[in-house]
T-cell receptor, first 107, second 113 residues
Framework: GIQVEQSPPDLILQEGANSTLRCNFS?????LQWFHQNPWGQLINLFY???GTKQNGRLSATTVATERYSLLYISSSQTTDSGVYFC?????????FGQGTRLTINP | DSGVTQTPKHLITATGQRVTLRCSPR?????VYWYQQSLDQGLQFLIQ???????AKGNILERFSAQQFPDLHSELNLSSLELGDSALYFC????????????FGEGSWLTVV
């Protein structure tokens, strides 16, 4: 079945710092997505990234499908970046989530 | 706003009762997914429908059922509710069955007392 593992589980940073979140996934994953769950519970899709690199403002993501991992980079962190970041892998149908990385950005 | 609409946003009900959660997918999306998020279990996949037909099933309890209607909206029925069913229930949608960006609604907070 699909397996998705994220690291680190928790990350506490000062405003302005950069961070890298990692997601390892199993062979049965065909595509990979990154989500941000804000403190109000909303799940926002950040990237659909089965392979390659994408950038959106201060966020970027890279998936190396051949090595079964993806990285999410957050630069110049802001307090509004706080929340839980999930990666999720999809096989034939269902999208399976990792356990998340809880990011806390302190002012 | 993701375009996925879920109702109700909050619901408090007693053990043993039955509730129905409703989801309207983004315009043009044919797939609907249901997820349960509780504190100790993370985001758990329940079930997926595509154009009215069940496509994938996760760890959905027998007390739970879902369906997708011809107008593509979906309902998740939870019956014989237990305290442990208290959770945030998400609906999500995508254009196809797989290989597309998936968008989530704001969720329905269910509290069973």
């Amino acid at each position: 079945g699909i397996q998705v593992e994220q690291s680190p589980p928790d990350l506490i940073l000062q405003e302005g710092a950069n961070s890298t979140l990692r997601c390892n996934f199993s062979d049965s994953v065909n595509n990979l997505q990154w989500f941000h769950q804000n403190p109000w519970g909303q799940l926002i899709n950040l990237f659909y990234i089965p392979s390659g690199t994408k950038q959106n403002g201060r966020l970027s993501a890279t998936t190396v499908a051949t090595e079964r991992y993806s990285l999410l980079y957050i630069s110049s962190s802001q307090t509004t970046d706080s929340g839980v970041y999930f990666c999720a892998g999809q096989g034939a149908q269902k999208l399976v989530f990792g356990q998340g990385t809880r990011l806390t950005i302190n002012p | 706003d993701s375009g996925v609409t879920q109702t109700p946003k909050h619901l408090i009900t007693a053990t043993g009762q039955r509730v129905t959660l409703r989801c309207s997918p983004r315009s043009g999306d044919l797939s609907v997914y249901w997820y349960q998020q509780s504190l100790d279990q993370g985001l758990q996949f329940l079930i997926q429908y595509y154009n009215g037909e069940e496509r994938a099933k996760g760890n959905i309890l027998e007390r739970f059922s879902a369906q997708q209607f011809p107008d593509l909206h979906s309902e998740l029925n939870l019956s014989s509710l237990e305290l442990g069913d208290s959770a945030l229930y998400f609906c999500a949608s995508s254009v196809g069955q797989s290989g597309n960006t998936i968008y989530f609604g704001e969720g329905s907070w269910l509290t069973v007392v």
